[in-house]
T-cell receptor
Framework: GAVVSQHPSWVICKSGTSVKIECRSL??????MFWYRQFPKQSLMLMAT?????????EQGVEKDKFLINHASLTLSTLTVTSAHPEDSSFYIC????????????FGNGTRLTVT | EDKVVQSPLSLVVHEGDTVTLNCSYE??????LLWYKQEKKAPTFLFML????IEKKSGRLSSILDKKELFSILNITATQTGDSAIYLC???????????FGDGTTLTVKP
């Protein structure tokens, strides 16, 4: 079964509003989670690394004030897209490192965001 | 900066054909190379490769890594329409956790 749960799976919002996406690790603790964004016909681009109890680390070119990340507990990280615009429409995917060493990331099922 | 390059970017074949997907990489402190299949949602893990020359196999899919040439291939034999997907290659650094992805190969298998 899924080990990382992401909600919502899809959301439509109006331009200027904010949207929160949740990523939960199930049955294990994740001190680190990764947030990726994927535009149509493109690959996954890492946006930021979410660190439990401290500030997120953002990749170059990602606006930290626009994409707010909170990792308040060992099982939950949230990404809030603030003042969303149509160009923010994308597929957002979170992932968490496996509890087992040398194992692949566990991915959430992603959130399809459409900003109208 | 880590770099992962996949080729071809897209491929159209007919059922029963064999395909080879390519992935080359440049990464500091390489730990592993991973292959994923992505349909409509999140990527599904296929293989993790850490050692050169050892083929990993799962049904009609197989993959191998060449750490000297910084290269991996993913083979799919006797393709089926259900193999149509984006195939992603990613590399991990030691002690980094996060993965760097290539642009993917979009495979379309026609009946």
């Amino acid at each position: 079964g899924a080990v990382v749960s992401q909600h919502p799976s899809w959301v439509i919002c109006k331009s200027g509003t904010s949207v929160k996406i949740e990523c939960r690790s199930l049955d294990f603790q994740a001190t680190t989670m990764f947030w990726y964004r994927q535009f149509p016909k493109q690959s996954l681009m890492l946006m930021a690394t979410s660190n439990e109890g401290s500030k997120a680390t953002y990749e170059q070119g990602v606006e930290k004030d626009k994409f707010l990340i909170n990792h308040a507990s060992l099982t939950l990280s949230t990404l809030t897209v603030t003042s969303a615009h149509p160009e923010d429409s994308s597929f957002y995917i979170c992932s968490a490192p496996s509890r087992w060493p040398n194992s692949p990331l566990h991915f959430g099922n992603g959130t399809r965001l459409t900003v109208t | 900066e880590d770099k992962v390059v996949q080729s071809p970017l897209s491929l159209v074949v007919h059922e029963g054909d064999t395909v080879t997907l390519n992935c080359s990489y440049e990464v500091t402190n390489f730990r592993s190379l991973l292959w994923y299949k992505q349909e409509k949602k999140a990527p599904t893990f296929l293989f993790m490769l850490t050692s050169s020359g050892i083929e990993k196999k799962s049904g009609r899919l197989s993959s191998i890594l060449d750490k000297k040439e910084l290269f991996s291939i993913l083979n799919i034999t006797a393709t089926q329409t259900g193999d149509s997907a984006i195939y992603l290659c990613a590399v991990d650094r030691a002690n980094a956790g996060k993965s760097t992805f290539g642009d993917g190969t979009t495979l379309t298998v026609k009946p």
